[in-house]
């Protein structure tokens, strides 16, 4: 099934409002929920409210998050507002479901307070129908993330993620786990589902090796 009707690169606009955010990173049909304040994302978010809803997640490039006008990653997801609501002080509460990757091919010099971007969308086309996964060993992938959890702390619904589509495990625990944000970004960046899903086994592992030397993998 298509991403919101977008079935090809082409279908997707060339120019994005971008909202850099570090730590933080949007895949295809994942979600992340926004609390909007600034007044130029409040102007950002408007503006896609008035249009297409698309709005452009990427990360400060790393060793930039503490420049005020910081260097943007080459790759960012693009997601649509799918959920919206204003508080009393004047904040914006949304939802943006990630659509599809894309890189960063030039930053425009723009008119708006936020930053804005020519973006190409056909490295990643394939972000826009879902991926089966079926190479992926989910039996490992659940060994690592539960012993993840349970060194952490985390309480996690594991009844509902057994139930989840391999592509929705993959994605959201990419998205949701307190990696650094340049692992953040390798994980956005993994060419395919399958490259991601290696990655992030590898990260969990190397997390639960670091925090316990007598780690061993829950069976």
Known sequence: MSAFGYRKASDLPQTLALFPLQGAILLPRGVVALNVFE???????DD????DRL???IQPAVGEESEPMP???DVGTVG????FSETDDGRYLITLTGVCRFELEQELEADTPYRQALVGF??????LAASSGVAIDRDALM??????AALHGFQVDWNSVDQAPIETVVNVAAQICPFDSAAKQALLEAQTLEDRADALVALLEWDAASDDSSFRPIQ
């Open 48 to 51: 896609a409210l008035a249009g």
């Open 143 to 148: 060994r690592s993330l539960k012993t993840y």
């Open 71 to 73: 260097r943007l990653s």
């Open 80 to 83: 649509r507002i799918t959920a």
């Open 122 to 127: 056909l490295p990643f086309e394939a972000d």
């Open 55 to 57: 709005i452009g997640m």
């Open 39 to 45: 007044p130029r994302y409040l102007n950002m978010v």
